[in-house]
């Protein structure tokens, strides 16, 4: 009956509304309400009349998926079944079977196994396909929904159906879920003689303190250091608190990190440390790549706007949004972009433009310009760009088609089955670059130039043109093609370093893929230069 009665009163104030004239705040209100009535009865129409069953669920996940997909990218529905995955991006641990996995074909492969969980106990390796999970088929499964499945309530029991290469048997194993922490901190060590290294993969739970004591046991266990790399490269970000807490240890106390500033002016909030740093003085190398992301390029940018360090790689993402976490009932959550937010210098690092899902490259002409501490200019949106800029080598097209189809992960599955272990990650060396390209050549590997693609797009408009060029476009295309089989070589060096991390991680877990990223890591190598030569970072730096 009360219910009734508000509902009543909601209603007559609507009709007084609009007696009176509606105002701007109510004109909205009444646009909401009219619209989720016409999306409601859309939807029980639907289910009603519909030719062909329809499943409620997916039918209402397919509508609010397009309702939030046309905002940007980071504002997304997390259903009850989805709640695993997001423990693993905020929190750093899931209940799972400890692995990582990744569709390869039709079906889902292990890609990375965790140390001493479930299925790296049960003998399972990087290059296992999951034929069926509890007895039902997998193959085509969508890997979201797999992933879903593996990650259970700690205790319960989920058995899969392996297909390993090289073996003619598929075999079955049972695993039991449990909680699966998954370190922030991977690795910390030294990278020569006198400069030390962290490797911060996510700003999960405890980032910053587990950062500030790795800087504390290399200051401890190396009296002579002279510089710190701080490694953010393929870090998508995390918690912001996490994010100040990072920068509390090369920065002082009460010093501003970042400001959030949304719609709801009551909400802008402003966020600065609270600590006195672990170490203001040591020169400090921050290495960012294009997937360094949102809390990585708060670290980043806050580095660079009180110059107190370097930034070395690529530019970065692009993310500089705040979300909130919303309960929407029945244990779902809608993440909702509330914010933008900015560095000390006042810049926004957001970009401003997205292609399927990606930041567009925004021209340095169209950034507005800011300053940092010393006066050095910076600029805002598409994300932090770094004082001392690479090239990627693994970003070239041709390598990029080699990851993406898997040939070097598949490479070394096949290396994997004929070599039982390796020697230390230190002395292990991979020279056999004829074996790969042997494979490659077997996988029929297809790689389409910018070349290619003009000249079929000639091929095409010649042709409507009326021009007869059928011989001397195949004499192109056969040039063409005998240059691709020759192209691959020229990244012989790069793509034998590739395979010796993943060799390494296959056998030494993500600390041994690590140790041997350094090893070869021309971006390491370049920061170590950098802190090095006073003369050189002072410049950068602007530091009299």
Known sequence: MKRKMIIGAVVLAAGLSLAAGLSPVSDKFFEISKNIEVFANVYRELNLNYVDDIDPGKLMRTGIDAMVGSLDPFTNYISESEIESYRLTTEGRYNGIGASSEQIGDYIAITELYEGFAADKAGLKAGDRIIAVDGKDAKGKDPEALNEIMRGFPGTTINLTIRR??????FKVSLVRAEV?????PYSGMVGDDIGYVNLTTFTADAGRNVANAVRDLKKDNPNLKGIILDLRGNGGGLLHEAVNVCNTFIGKDLLVATNRGKIKEQDRAF??????VDLDIPLAVLIDKKSASA???????????????LVGQRSYGKGLVQNIMEVGYNSRVKVTTAKYYIPSGRCIQSVEYKNGEPVDIPDSKRTKFTTRNGRTVLDGGGVTPDVALRQPADEPIVKAVLNQHLIFDFVTEYCLKHESIASVG??????????????EARDFKYETESEKLLRDFKEKSAKDGYKLDAEIAALEQNILKAKKTALAGYKETILDLIEREIAGRYYYK????????RNDSEVTEAKKVLLDTAKLNGILKKS
């Open 296 to 310: 990585s390029e708060i670290v980043s940018g806050v580095m660079q706007d009180y110059d107190r360090g370097v």
């Open 427 to 440: 002395d292990f060396k991979f020279t056999d670059f004829d074996a790969f390209m042997k494979f490659v």
């Open 181 to 185: 922490d998954v370190p922030n901190v």
């Open 165 to 170: 290469p090289g073996r003619a048997d598929d």
């Open 272 to 277: 600065s440390t609270f600590m006195p740093a």
């Open 511 to 518: 600390t041994g893929k690590i140790k041997m990223t350094l």
